[in-house]
């Protein structure tokens, strides 16, 4: 009975989420499904490519924009997350919650949602883009059904991450610190916008660190599954 009660409680805290984030829908829908997809297509897959590479834009555009998806599951692993920061900073809707619930239950609860959250924002990224960019973004021996489980593998990875920095941040002022000297190192050094290997072929020492990285495996992947081969 008491395991029961515990799932019952679990399932509406889920359908509270959920209630809450509905009104965000449609901001969503037009940050994430049609303003991101296009423009870091067309900067990252397009212009930076044709600058630095010319004739083979079309090869090293994809090469370059298959890590971007990373950015992606930051930002939406960071809105799914981030509620949970504010609250134990003001609210205290989790004290509330910990009475009715076993704590280890409730952090699963925020992982879950937010997992599922930025998973079903990030899925249509790649897919989106080719359809709004599809001369520049070349998806012609992508390996869909691999980039899927990719995504959620993903995605878990930095919802974790995120929310372990919203339980351990105290202060507003330091989410800028956290994105500059965390996310945005690791954006760099995983792969969002260089592959790992040319860190590896260019600069050792740095290849190296990013192998430190969890977001670099995934970029890996994203990249293998996107151009295909090895």
């Not at 090869?59 to 992606?72: D, Q, R, Y």
């Not at 952090?107 to 249509?124: A, C, E, R």
Request: with cysteine.
């Amino acid at each position: 009975m008491l395991l029961r009660k515990q799932m019952t409680i679990f399932a509406q805290l889920m359908r509270r989420e959920a209630y809450i984030y509905r009104h965000r829908v449609s901001r969503y829908v037009i940050n994430y499904l049609l303003i991101y997809p296009f423009l870091y297509s067309v900067c990252f897959g397009y212009l930076q490519a044709q600058c630095y590479f010319g004739a083979q834009a079309s090869k090293t555009g994809t090469l370059s924009f298959a890590g971007v998806g990373l950015i992606m599951m930051m930002i939406t692993s960071y809105r799914s997350t981030f509620d949970l920061f504010h609250d134990l900073l003001d609210y205290k809707n989790v004290t509330y919650r910990m009475t009715i619930l076993n704590p280890k239950l409730i952090l699963l609860q925020h992982i879950l949602f937010g997992w599922l959250l930025s998973f079903i924002l990030t899925l249509p990224f790649y897919p989106i883009a080719s359809v709004l960019a599809g001369h520049i973004f070349d998806t012609s021996n992508t390996n869909w059904l691999l980039l899927v489980p990719l995504l959620a593998a993903g995605s878990l990875c930095c919802v974790t991450y995120h929310l372990l920095a919203a339980i351990v941040l105290t202060r507003p002022e330091q989410i800028s610190t956290f994105w500059f000297r965390g996310n945005f190192v690791m954006l760099v050094f995983g792969g969002a916008w260089i592959p790992h290997y040319v860190m590896c072929t260019v600069v050792p020492s740095i290849g190296y660190l990013g192998k430190l990285l969890p977001i670099t495996y995934i970029s890996d992947g994203l990249r293998q599954a996107i151009i295909g081969g090895d």
